[in-house]
T-cell receptor, first 115, second 112 residues
Framework: DAKTTQPPSMDCAEGRAANLPCNHS???????VYWYRQIHSQGPQYIIH???NNETNEMASLIITEDRKSSTLILPHATLRDTAVYYC????????????????FGKGTRLHILP | DAGVIQSPRHEVTEMGQEVTLRCKLI?????LFWYRQTMMRGLELLIY????????DSGMPEDRFSAKMPNASFSTLKIQPSEPRDSAVYFC??????????FGPGTRLTVL
């Protein structure tokens, strides 16, 4: 079972900010929040990740609540090319992973950018 | 460019045949991951390697599936014998900088 809960789909007008929520109420102290997206017929693409502080890069911003039980991915100015399925994942860092640590992608949120 | 080359990109085979999927990394990396994606089950981690050693293969469906990583730049996923329920897109991913994963374009497998 996925450790995260995301809405199955969302719409956003082109040029507006897209805010994608994710609940991860059972996140452990050493687990990071990762966001990936998958454009149709392509492999998943890394977007951003964080532990507890908010993060920003050239693609998006990640806002993590103080209790770390939820987060929001923000695409500041959505374009039609941002239409994709967005996955929120929680996991430990790769270098500490063992057989008990799983990477579970879940169903994600299908984001539709409307022209 | 994720630096991951998968071959073949499409494979159509008949039930009972052996299928070998290949993953080549442009440069060697410590960790490599094999995933399977279907409409019903989504994206599932099958196995991952660290320093060419399989760390967790609990996601491998059954004994018909096997994976090897003979060196830091190459891995194979073999299905023998294949069954129609193995039809899926199989992704290979490498560890990137800052604890990220970069995915290849995938191999679409159809077993008739």
């Amino acid at each position: 079972d996925a450790k995260t809960t995301q809405p199955p789909s969302m719409d956003c007008a082109e040029g507006r900010a897209a805010n994608l929520p994710c609940n991860h109420s059972t996140i452990s102290g050493n687990e990071y929040v990762y966001w990936y997206r998958q454009i149709h017929s392509q492999g998943p693409q890394y977007i951003i990740h964080g532990l507890k502080n908010n993060e920003t890069n050239e693609m998006a911003s990640l806002i993590i609540t103080e209790d770390r039980k939820s987060s929001t991915l923000i695409l500041p100015h959505a374009t039609l090319r941002d239409t994709a399925v967005y996955y929120c994942i929680v996991r430990v860092a790769l270098w500490v992973m063992n057989r008990d640590d799983k990477i579970i992608f879940g169903k994600g949120t299908r984001l539709h950018i409307l022209p | 460019d994720a630096g991951v080359i998968q071959s073949p990109r499409h494979e159509v085979t008949e039930m009972g045949q052996e299928v070998t999927l290949r993953c080549k990394l442009i440069s060697g990396h410590n960790s490599l991951f094999w995933y399977r994606q279907t409409m019903m089950r989504g994206l599932e981690l099958l196995i991952y390697f660290n320093n060419n050693v399989p760390i967790d293969d609990s996601g491998m469906p059954e004994d018909r599936f096997s994976a090897k990583m003979p060196n830091a730049s190459f891995s194979t996923l073999k299905i023998q014998p294949s069954e129609p329920r193995d039809s899926a897109v199989y992704f290979c991913a490498r560890e990137g900088g800052r604890d990220t994963q970069y995915f290849g374009p995938g191999t679409r497998l159809t077993v008739l």
